[in-house]
């Protein structure tokens, strides 16, 4: 499990929490370039965009969804891995998966929030989205609990709430290690985020338990939040989209881009915060061989989601499958198919599995490629139905490529926030992989 | 307690109505359709459709809730023009209406397809799951010139940026004829009394306008014309609209 | 009064932890670093009382998200897509999301129940038990009793013994 000889449990209560308690000025330069790039590449184009109208972005008549909706996705798709695998692991109790789940579990926290802003950025009339939420209003309306987008409401409010819940008990014992390890204010707020957690038998017991649920609860959940999205996709008559086989397609691209962004993730915090001690070759291997199994899935589905097109014999399918394979978007369709089928076989080395620049480059390339496949599904078969007359096209205007280049930076930025206020890595679980420290040794 | 079951027992019965107040329904003679795009400007100055100018025109954003789509036929120079005059098709079993998470679009107790504008918060979900194609968004605030203002309808809203819109069947004019035969002690609209701008300027009487639930109407006769299909019936969305197909010779 | 003994080894903790509880002490605390399931055993605190809670939650959570979901679509009687006004497959949707919202939020719920969190009152406490050191706390010792506890704490093998005035 470790590279490096086992750390001593203070050391371990050392290593982690220098991280937040000390600040460096690269630290400082990072965070405020992600919120100017956060500031100028998302919020100045969106609050551009609430004053023109959609319009600014390049959707037109025909083509009314765009890469807003395929960004927001992409995000939740990102966001599946981590609370998902943390969960599954937990109850499978595997051990590799207690010095990377802190940070997996944010990234799926930070990732939902991110394509919640991409709700936000997508609707016509953002200033009336609590109209979508069940609480009474003035027009003594309720939502439509019939329509997809309801369930995708519900879905992910109940996400964002068990995912915070989630990682914020499991950090719990740790918010009682930074408040012993500091002072002064800091000392104050981490009393009361800790609880007043002393550690005794009957509170780990009572965490333990409660923990274990909301792990039984999660996983159901993370498939059905993802499952959810593809609906507001496959419940429309649209060609292209109207498939059953959506919500696997979904759930396991999903957790496919979501296992590469933890490896990007890990990469990052092995190398910018000295934690190659602790997330090491096992974790690697571990989640190498996910992506294998993940990627062969993924391609089996995506041979089926084409397989039932042509096999159908409509027209109107027929021709959704002829513009996905060789139309406009077809290099972009071929692209993925690189990505996402063909890149992650070479996992199968172990030489490449067990370097972490090589499956850096990887894990990025199959993001690359999910990132395009949401992209494909939304501009490739809405646009182009059942009236030819109507067939449109659609290209993202300079304003939507950059929101979604200022998605990654709010994404970094709330990262960079993450690591200087809770433990990356969860103190007390790594504590248990260690071997216990006895008086004969 | 026995209406209440009795009521939930309503509730869950698919299409809630067992038969509608008013159907509203329209024909289009494709035979006699001769494309003249008559009813899309009258639809335009009846409804207070904005006009979007060259430039989003050509990005495709124009707004006209009744088009006449055109497709070809053949090999120049045996070449054939056919029209179909494409509109909401107020489908009894819409897909649009359950994508709404607002209840922007519903089902009213005349058999139409209404769209709420201030109710909607531009999800656009509606236009995605539409096999028409006929929903029409805002994508920005339009204005008018002066004095073009001075010919808006009044009896029509005018939408704002962000807010979807299609074909109504002119509900404003049903409205007014409703309420006529309301002060009239008449109970029933007569046949005739309604007509959509469309079917008003249409010169070929191309389009009828009426209430199907009334066997006398024209719009009923019509619709029994062997010539009659629906659009993409296969999809089973239950169009309000009958075409009549072109006769061939 | 209550007796603290910190120890640096798991093995010796547990050792004096259990003869505590052999000797008839009752309110033991046994702070440590990382769940000890040992520690948990001679507690005996077997299965946890927060399962109800999530059960509870959710059952309350599966009604709750179904009557919404009909009572809200029939304040407006609104026909949607030729759907019946009670639609049962979307509402199950419904219901499954709420079920698990409310089991979870339930579930935190028991948790503070149960472990009696948030505690933000002074307790006997060593804050070098987040890091490395195990402590026992023996409470409520009868002034007789309390030399005995120590001298099981001291015969265990803790580096460090105080005693500290309870509830400041």
């Known amino acids: 499990m470790f590279d490096h000889g086992q750390p001593s449990y203070a050391e371990v209560n050392k290593d982690v929490l220098s991280v937040m308690l000390e600040t460096g000025p690269k630290y400082w330069m990072l965070l405020g370039t992600t919120m100017s790039v956060a500031g100028i590449c998302f919020f100045m184009p969106w609050i551009y965009q609430l004053f023109v109208g959609v319009g600014a972005a390049g959707m037109n008549r025909n083509a009314v969804w765009g890469s807003y909706l395929s960004n927001f996705i992409f995000w939740i798709g990102l966001s599946h891995s981590g609370t998902l695998l943390s969960a599954v692991l937990h109850i499978t109790n595997s051990p590799w998966r207690k010095a990377i789940y802190r940070s ?75 408040r012993d390890a500091s002072t002064g204010l800091r000392r104050r707020l981490y009393t009361i ?145 690189l990505f996402c089928a063909f890149v992650p076989l070479l996992i199968l080395f172990k030489k490449i599995r067990w370097s972490w620049n090589k499956m850096l480059v990887i894990s990025i390339l199959i993001n690359v490629g999910m990132l395009t496949e949401r992209f494909i599904i939304v501009a490739t078969s809405q646009p182009r139905k059942f009236l030819p007359d109507a067939f449109g096209f659609y290209f993202p205007s300079w304003i939507e490529l950059s929101i979604t280049v200022g998605a990654f930076a709010i994404f970094a930025t709330l990262f960079l926030i993450f690591i200087k206020w809770v433990p990356a890595i969860s103190i007390y679980e790594v504590k248990e992989t260690l071997k216990p420290l006895r008086r004969d040794a | 307690m026995s209406t209440f079951v009795e009521k939930l027992r309503q509730y869950r019965k698919p299409g809630y109505y067992d038969k509608f107040d008013y159907h509203w ?23 207070n459709l904005p006009i979007v100018g060259e430039k989003r025109f050509a990005e495709n954003r124009e707004i006209k809730w009744i088009r006449i789509e055109r497709y070809w036929e053949g090999e120049y120079p045996d070449v054939k023009m056919r029209f179909i005059p494409m509109l909401c098709q107020h489908c009894d079993d819409a897909p649009c209406e359950t994508a709404c998470p607002v209840f922007a679009t519903y089902h009213n107790q005349d058999g139409l397809n209404t769209q709420i504008y201030n109710r909607c918060i531009g999800t656009r979900t509606c236009a995605v799951y539409c096999p028409y194609e006929v929903r029409y968004f805002n994508w920005f605030t339009y204005t008018w010139d002066e004095p073009l203002e001075q010919q808006l ?97 | 009064m209550a007796i603290m003994g910190s120890f640096a080894f798991e093995e010796d903790f547990l050792t004096a932890a259990k003869k505590l509880k052999s000797s008839g002490f009752d309110k033991i605390s046994l702070l440590s670093p990382l769940p000890l399931e040992e520690a948990q055993e001679i507690l005996e605190l077997g299965k946890s009382p927060v399962r109800h809670y999530s059960l509870a939650g959710a059952i309350i959570g599966a009604i709750s998200g179904f009557a919404m979901a009909t009572a809200t679509a029939l304040v407006f009687i609104l026909p949607t897509g030729g759907r019946a006004i009670i639609t049962v497959p979307p509402f199950l949707i419904i219901t499954y999301e709420m079920t698990i919202l409310f089991g979870v939020l339930f579930t935190l719920l028991g948790f503070h129940f149960v472990s009696g969190l948030p505690a933000w009152r002074d307790r006997p406490y060593l804050s070098s038990a987040s890091s490395d050191r195990f402590v026992v706390v023996v409470e409520g010792a009868a002034a007789d009793q309390v030399a005995r506890a120590e001298a099981i704490i001291r015969d265990a093998g803790a580096d460090e013994i105080q005693h500290v005035g309870e509830g400041q």
């Not at chain 1, 915090?269 to 690697?284: A, D, M, P, S």
């Open chain 2, 25 to 47: 329904t329209m024909t289009i003679d494709l035979d006699r359709c001769t494309g003249c795009e008559a009813c899309m400007v009258a639809c335009q100055a009846e409804n």
């Open chain 2, 153 to 249: 309808n009044p009896d029509v809203t005018v939408r704002e940026k962000g807010v979807m819109e299609k074909c109504t069947f002119c509900i404003q004019r049903i409205r007014i004829a409703k309420d006529n035969a309301k002060d009239d002690d008449r109970r029933r609209v007569r046949d005739g009394e309604v007509v959509p701008a469309c079917v008003q300027s249409c010169p070929t009487e191309a389009l009828v306008f009426g209430n199907s639930n009334d066997p006398e109407a024209k719009v009923s006769k019509m619709m029994k014309n062997p010539r009659g299909y629906k659009v993409l019936e296969e999809l089973n969305t239950t169009p309000s609209i009958v075409y009549l197909t072109k006769v061939h010779s």
């Open chain 1, 104 to 178: 997996a579990e944010a990234m799926t926290l930070f990732s939902l929030m991110t394509a919640a802003m991409f709700v936000m950025v997508h609707l016509g009339r953002v200033w009336f989205v609590h109209w979508s939420f069940p609480i009474p209003n003035q027009m003594g309306l309720w939502p439509n609990f019939r329509s997809p987008l309801m369930f995708d409401v519900m879905a992910i409010t109940t996400y964002l709430t068990a995912s915070s819940i989630f990682i914020y008990m499991g950090s719990v014992p740790d918010f009682a290690a930074v």
């Open chain 1, 193 to 337: 985020f800790s609880f007043g957690w002393r550690g005794t038998a009957r509170e780990w017991h009572t965490l333990g338990w409660a923990y274990t649920f909301f792990a039984i609860f999660v996983i159901p959940l993370a498939v059905s939040v993802h499952s959810i999205v593809s609906w507001d996709f496959a419940l429309s008559i649209v060609p292209g989209l109207h498939h059953t086989i959506f919500a696997p397609y979904f759930v396991c691209g999903a957790i496919f881009s979501g296992t590469a962004g933890i490896v990007t993730v890990m990469y990052c915090l092995r190398k910018f915060l000295n934690f190659e001690r602790y997330i090491g070759q096992v974790h690697l291997d571990s989640l190498g061989k996910l992506l294998i199994t993940l990627s062969l899935i993924w391609s089996y589905i995506n041979i089926l989601e084409l397989f039932s097109s042509w096999y159908g014999g409509t027209s109107f399918e027929l021709e959704a499958l002829q513009f996905k394979l060789t139309g406009f978007y077809a290099p972009l369709y071929w692209e993925m198919i």
